[in-house]
């Protein structure tokens, strides 16, 4: 499973005016996939060719530099991001168990995002918390000392969030 990419006109547009102004300045690449991220919320290959086709770079230099920083996603990622460190000291510690766990409750495996394009789960090398191990980041939130449990709570509180928000916004919508 995995979140759906969609591309509107109006964000290429938006895209290749960003472009544009990148243009002016020497070493327009990296500002002008920062924007492409902001934009689209990842750089998938039809990106890439249009900023191929507007810089005049190879697809393959553009994918080269999309694929080695981690800022830099070819898939849509969920609106809650969820990493488990599986680095040493956390793995030894049951990470292993905590991103399986999530990966059960969320039915995505890590590096998938929920086809409803709410949650991405990503195995982390390091997250650089390791006295805190094992370890797991939501949003930014880091949760330390965890184990399946914490985790499993954590995500089905964000579910619950989530759940209640909609219905409200629905609501709203209705009235």
Do not use: W
């Not at 924007?35 to 290959?45: K, L």
């Amino acid at each position: 499973m995995a979140a759906k990419f969609l591309m509107t006109e109006e964000q290429i547009q938006d895209l290749k005016a960003r472009i544009a102004e990148h243009m002016k300045k020497p070493g327009p690449l990296m500002p002008t996939l920062h924007d492409a991220q902001r934009i689209f919320g990842c750089i998938p290959i039809p990106v890439q060719k249009i900023i191929s086709e507007e810089l005049g770079e190879p697809v393959g230099k553009i994918n080269g530099v999309v694929s080695f920083y981690s800022h830099f996603s070819i898939e849509p990622k969920g609106k809650h991001v969820i990493s488990v460190c599986l680095g040493t000291a956390c793995y030894v510690r049951g990470s292993h168990e905590i991103i399986q766990t999530l990966s059960d409750l969320l039915q995505i495996k890590p590096g998938e995002t929920s086809e409803d394009g709410q949650f991405t789960l990503a195995a982390a090398r390091c997250i650089g918390a390791c006295g805190l191990s094992p370890v797991f980041v939501i949003d930014g939130k880091v949760y330390g000392a965890a184990n399946p449990k914490i985790a499993k709570n954590a995500v089905e509180s964000l579910l619950v969030e989530t759940i209640l928000k909609e219905n409200k916004e629905n609501k709203e919508t209705n009235i």
